[in-house]
């Protein structure tokens, strides 16, 4: 059997020593609704756990600013019930309320839900004499690249990792030009979510740009006019209760008929959560209609590269891309 240890720390100083004296091995923890199901897959094996959901003041959701703020220890159900963002950003709104269940919701926080790992079933089986994941033991290969690939990605795959990112949320966020705010053992930064999530290339272990310790303290996202005319649209295998095959977040500020600028993010589809200015530069200046939002769709997966099983990917994702164009610019499909 092997120990483990676990402290409840108060506030975001005691979390960050609490961390660095425990070492090697250390983990935080706020729903644990990813963190324990890979330690059950064994994929995971932290020896300890540093529970930061109860830290002083991290549920704080603050829609008054200039700016909307998320403290990473809000629950997503409560995010995703706030009225404001409701109404002007419906696509925060629903990319949380799609995702999960009304149950994992309750408990899962939204910086969990930035940092939550891939579902590639090559990933999750830690067992021993897994297959090989560069993910979860680096050099080891990839099973999936020539495997069974259907729910891999299409875009920003590379030689060692096709692993599909998992998150709405943080497709949604991505379009919103949201920056996520950290505190680690060197004090406080923010960085643009464009930066937060790193291609796998070599090294798909690395997933995000956090250095041990650092605890993501709260999202930040700027107001803007375009929350108004915004939505999520997911397609999945099953109705409700299931990750995403395709995503779209669009957000849109129009001047009369006309795009004046689109928010383009997709999901389900890529190895990080893909802003897609291809997509943004075929709408700039036009009105929305059929026409328009699949080409916009069809320039998004311009780039898209598929393995003998998950093609289907390229049509479906950029119709759902469109449909979401559509839904954003108020137009009947
Ligand atoms: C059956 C099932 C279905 C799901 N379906 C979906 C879905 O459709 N869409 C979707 O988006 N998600 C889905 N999820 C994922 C779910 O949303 C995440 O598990 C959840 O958001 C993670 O949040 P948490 O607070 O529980 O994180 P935890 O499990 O506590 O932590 C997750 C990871 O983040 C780290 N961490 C957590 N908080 C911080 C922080 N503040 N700073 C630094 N590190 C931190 C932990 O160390 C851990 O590595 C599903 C999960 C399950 C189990």
């Given at each position: ?7 409840r ?18 983990r ?21 756990l ?53 149950q994992?919701?309750?408990?899962a ?22 297959y ?34 998992p ?24 960085i643009p ?19 041990a ?12 006019e ?7 649209l ?11 095959l ?9 001047e009369?008929d ?14 990080r ?8 530069a ?12 699949l ?10 590269q ?8 390229i049509?479906?994702?950029a ?13 009947t499909?």
């Amino acid at each position: 059997m092997r120990s483990l240890s676990y402290v409840r720390p108060s506030n975001i100083g005691e979390a960050i020593e609490a961390f660095a004296v425990a070492g090697e091995g250390a983990r935080y923890i706020a729903g644990g609704t990813t963190l324990y199901d890979l330690m059950k897959l064994g994929v995971e094996r932290p020896a300890h756990l540093i529970d930061i959901a109860s830290l002083e003041g991290s549920d704080r959701i603050d829609t008054s600013g200039e700016v909307l703020f998320f403290g990473a220890g809000a629950l997503m159900a409560d995010v995703a019930e706030n009225e404001v963002v409701r109404r002007d950003y419906p696509v925060l709104a629903e990319s949380l309320s799609k995702a999960a269940s009304q149950q994992l919701r309750n408990m899962a926080t939204v910086g969990g839900n930035l940092l939550q790992r891939t579902r590639c079933p090559y990933f999750r089986n830690g067992a021993i004499g897994a297959y090989p994941c560069n993910k979860r033991a680096p050099g080891s290969g990839c099973a999936a690249i020539g495997g069974l690939d259907r729910g891999q990605a299409v875009l920003g795959i590379s030689d060692a990792c096709t692993a599909v990112s998992p998150g709405d949320w943080p497709v949604a966020l991505t379009a919103m030009d949201a920056w996520i705010e950290l505190h680690g053992p060197d004090g406080a930064r923010s960085i643009p979510i464009a930066e937060f999530y790193l291609l796998p290339g070599e090294t798909p272990h690395r997933e995000f740009s956090i250095v041990a310790g650092e605890i993501v303290t709260g999202i930040s996202v700027p107001k803007t006019e375009a929350g108004r005319r915004s939505t999520y649209l997911k397609v999945r295998d099953r109705e409700s209760y299931a990750f995403a095959l395709a995503s779209a977040a669009v957000a849109l500020a129009m001047e009369g008929d006309r795009v004046r600028q689109a928010h383009i993010a997709i999901g389900g589809v890529a190895t990080r959560p893909w802003r897609s200015h291809e997509a943004e530069a075929v709408l700039s200046g036009r009105a929305i209609d059929r026409q328009s939002a699949l080409a916009a769709g069809r320039a998004a997966f311009a780039n898209a590269q598929a393995g003998a099983h998950n093609a289907f990917k390229i049509e479906v994702g950029a119709r759902t891309l469109a449909d979401a164009i559509m839904t954003a610019g108020g137009k009947t499909q």
